[in-house]
Each structure stands twice: as C-alpha cells, then as structure tokens.
C-alpha cells in the first residue's frame, strides 16, 4: 500500500514538473555596453521584438558605466538564473572570457552583437556592416569636408571597446594612402561614451588643436556631444564634423550644416538579428559554424560567414549615409 501510494507521488511529481516546463517561457537576456545609451535602447528593443516574437522572454541590462568588470557581475547573475541565452555588446574583448567561458560550460549560448569579444568567449558576433567600410568611410568623408588639407582628431568611446578600435585601425591604414598626405591624425581622445566626458574631451580637442579641420566621432553618444559643442562655439565650417550618429540625435547639426554628413546601421535590425542567433542557438539550430543559414524573422534568411578576429560572425548590412536630403526621413525612426 505504502509502495504504491509513492509511486503515485513520484508520478503525480513529474506530471506537474512536465506542466510547469511546458509552461515556462525561455529567458533570453542582452546586456548593452551602459545605460542613458539612445543606440544600446533601439539596438535592445530590437533584440526584445525578436525574443518575444520567438515567444519567449527578453531580459534588457545594461552597467551604469561601460566597464567589463560591471558586465562580469550582470553575466553571473544571469548565469545564477540560468536563462536561456545571453547576447551582449562587450565592453573588452578578452576581459569576460572567464565567465563567458562559464556560461558556455552550463549551456548558456553567448552571442556578441555591436562589440566583440575574441573568438573564444562567444558562439557567434552579429556585425553591423563591414569594419574596414565603416573605418576608410570616415576617413574620406574626413578629406571631403576638409578639401584634403588639416589636422584630424577621433573622439571615441572607452579605450577598450572592440568596434570602436577596430574601426581606428582602418582609419589609421586608410591615412596611409598618398592622397592623405596633408592631413594629420593628431590624436584620438576617449569620451567613454559618457555625455559630459565627451562633451570636455571635445573642449579639450578644440582648445589643443587650434588649428584642428576635422573631428571623427565614431560613436553616436561622442558625435552627438561634439556637434553640440560645436553649434555653441558657431564653428559650422572651421570645425568639421563626421562620424556614426543616430539620426534622432544628429538632424539638428545635419541641418545646421555643423555635421555635413554621417553614416550609422539600424541598432533596431542590429538587436532583432542578434535575438534571432540567440534563439537559433538556444534551440541547437545555430552552432555558429561557416555556411549554416538563420531564420531572422522580418529580416530573412542570414548566413554565418568567416569574421576578421578568426571567429565567426552575421553580417547586417552595410553603413547608410545620411546627410541633409535624407534626414527628415530618419529622425523619428531611431
Ligand atoms: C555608440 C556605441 C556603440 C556604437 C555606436 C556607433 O552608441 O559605442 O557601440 O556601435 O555608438
């Protein structure tokens, strides 16, 4: 009798457990590189529509500072929680290795999107568009605006971010070409992608550099902060302006002529390819490896393909170019 009744229990006991995992969604976390970030929110409420339209659930994190050692700590909660995925958007490329590595041991897939880690700490980066495009783009937008004469300053993110220091790096070879001889890289300073940071390490570039012709930031929080400064100082057409910028933040000094022209992806598609992976790993679907094919929703069918750092990646697109024409048509949707 005694017997019995326990294997009634133990029957009933894994009934229920059965109901309640049907029941239970998936949780799918990203975790940007900071908060107050305009492009981390577009990039991560495109990453939720895709979790959700997966039916599962999307879990949005971000540091309060864009610093690996914050991203550590969400990284280990989440594992703690033992949810279903993480993508995130690295603040260094090789200090979350160890507890990415953790993640991956207990299943947890780890897909990058925006900033890289190395090869080793992820299944697979989602790439906006081409590194070398986006680099040797700036550049020339650079000698376009300065008549191919002057002095050059980058104002990047952190020191530390994969994409932004990759992106130099094309820069770097792209001003090695003859054509750039009369123009000067003269320094690349760090606005941490910080509003007031950037905002004095702008001041700090003008007041150094007097002779300054073109500033490059190659991120939306430092070029939003520098076209700032710039309409302030009313030095539209002393002081250029370029780089990646959202459009919502940027029309005003694309107007007033302070930023003749920027470039930038959609962080909306970034985030929804970047659930889509996520998903597609969790499920087994998506192993990372050259040549398998993804379902991205809305976006189609997406190949992974080879990456430059020897890991893989998915490609988005290619850098868009938005200047006074385009504008209008932009601002209100990222
Ligand atoms: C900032 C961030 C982000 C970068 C864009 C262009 O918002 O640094 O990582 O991709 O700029």
Known sequence: M???MTALAAVLLVCCLMVATAGEKKRY???FKSTGNPFGEKLM???KTAIEESGAEAILRAPDLPTAEAQIMIIEELIAQNVDGIGLAANDPDALQPVLRKAMRQEIPIVTADSATNPESRLVHINQADPELIGRVQIQAAYDMAGGKGDIAILSATSQATNQNTWIEWMKK?????KYKDMKLVKVAYGDDLRDKSTSETEA???TFPDL???IAPTTVGIAAAGKVLTDKNLKGKVFLTGLGLPSEM???IKNGVCPWMYLWNPIDLGYLAGYALVGASDGIMTGTIGEYINAGKLSAKTVVSAGDG???????APFKFDPENIDQWKDVY
Do not use: Q
Not at 174 to 178: A, G, K, T
Not at 311 to 317: D, H, K, S, V, W
């Open 2 to 4: 005694v017997k019995r």
């Open 29 to 31: 976390a990203f975790i």
């Open 45 to 47: 409420e495109g990453f």
């Open 174 to 178: 792209e001003l090695e070409l003859p």
């Open 205 to 207: 570039l003008l007041k």
């Open 213 to 215: 012709k073109v500033i």
């Open 251 to 253: 029309a005003d000094y």
């Open 311 to 317: 890991g893989t990646e998915i490609m988005l697109g």
